[in-house]
């Protein structure tokens, strides 16, 4: 049995409050929702957590999420734990997120890590349209099989995508597109050579990319002080020092900036992640780091 859920998402100021207030609001159908709004750091940023109740998503199983955060409104989106997709007898399991973030709206995409288990068969499609003025911070992280079990990812097809576009839809302004193919013969050879290669994963497992977005380029002063603001909340964080761990922030867009990473374990790297965010948000937006109450659950 597959399932097909879908999820559309809406954020806006509320015109009767006083002061800044994000309304936060949920239509879904199928087996993916938001239990409620909550507010941890006061009205003016809703968190929302998704739920996927059967607990992964396996092979013809389609769950599809669609975001609009409208001007003024600030939304932070997070999960309650690993997305899972698992093994597959043959149909591809998919899951795509489309979000839009209006002039003055803030975006946090913040999910916890997505395992892929050995011979799943999945296609994860990321896809943020930035009106000018808006900004958004996310991240991703992806790890092969299950690392903490030696369990290795050895069969399957993995592919995923990460998008961020100007909010007319007319180009990207960064893409990141990958396939990891272990089934066809074709690519098998390929893929695993680019699984162990120092110019790819190197044996690695885990794989985090973390980013921040603008719909308007912010200087090139201000975004200098974003990379090493990153550079130097990673280095700072706990752990830091681990040879398993391979980092780096570049600004490949004037509106955007990218950390990559690499590590044998999600946990090390969530660990390092954290400062990194902590430190944009208060470049960005002069807030403290609030992280929802679900990642210590």
Known sequence: MTWHGHLKLDYRLDPHAAAPRTIGRGEHSGPLRVLQSLYPEGDAVCHHVLVHPPGGIVGGDVLQIEAQVDAGAHALITTPGATRFYRSGGPTARQSLAARVAAGARLEWLPLETLVHDAARASNHLRFELAPGATMIGWDLMALGLPAS????????????????????????????????????????????????????????????????????????????????????????????????????????????????????????????????????????????????????
């Open 150 to 297: 030696d369990a290795r990812f050895e069969h399957g097809r993995f592919e995923q995508a990460i998008e961020l576009a100007a909010v007319d839809g007319a180009g990207c302004d960064w893409i990141e597109r990958g396939v990891l193919d272990l089934d066809d013969p074709a690519l098998a050879a390929l893929t695993r050579r680019r699984l162990q290669s120092p110019l790819g994963f190197g044996g690695r497992s885990v794989l985090a990319t973390a980013w921040c977005a603008f719909g308007s380029a912010p200087t090139q002063i201000e975004r200098e002080a974003l990379v090493e603001a990153a550079r130097a909340a990673w280095d700072q964080a706990p752990g830091a020092g681990g040879a398993e761990l391979l980092a780096g922030v570049t600004s490949p867009h004037p509106r955007v900036l990218v950390l990559r990473a690499m590590a044998d374990r999600v946990e090390p790297l969530m660990q390092r992640l954290l400062p990194v965010w902590a430190a944009w948000r208060h470049s960005m937006w002069a807030l403290p780091a609030c992280a929802p109450r679900v990642w210590r659950t």
